[in-house]
């Protein structure tokens, strides 16, 4: 991923926003991710052509978990979360913004401060 930006002429520091759903139960996380992402996730005209929410509520009624997960990294385990953050940092990216999809973070940011950002400093 950086060799490509670098090798194509780009500078300065290299960044994603990963989106994430965690929760005590994989289906709990499912649930947060389907909820809250399932309008996030069409291409272009339809993502900047829907005038109200209403809108989105209705071209998502169809969207499947299946969808979501294409988009976003769901898991109750706090290790898959720092796998899949070790593999972004391992393509090259300088900055990884994480960005839990749901709408309490009290409980992801209890897990992010206990288990995935020490695990992360730690190898």
Do not use: C, K
């Amino acid at each position: 991923m950086s060799a490509a930006y670098r090798d194509e002429g780009g500078r300065g520091r290299l960044a994603l926003q990963l989106h994430l759903s965690w929760a005590p139960t994989d289906e709990e996380a499912g649930a947060i991710a389907h909820d809250q992402w399932r309008t996030n996730v069409f291409a272009e005209p339809l993502s900047l052509d829907l005038p109200t929410p209403e809108h989105y509520d209705i071209a998502a009624s169809d969207v499947t978990l299946a969808t979501v997960e294409q988009s976003v990294r769901i898991s109750a385990d706090p290790v898959q979360h720092v796998d899949w953050i070790r593999e972004y940092a391992e393509l090259g990216f300088d900055e990884i913004y994480l960005h839990h999809v749901g709408q309490e973070q009290g409980p992801w940011l209890d897990v992010a401060a206990t288990e995935v950002l020490p695990a992360l400093r730690e190898g």
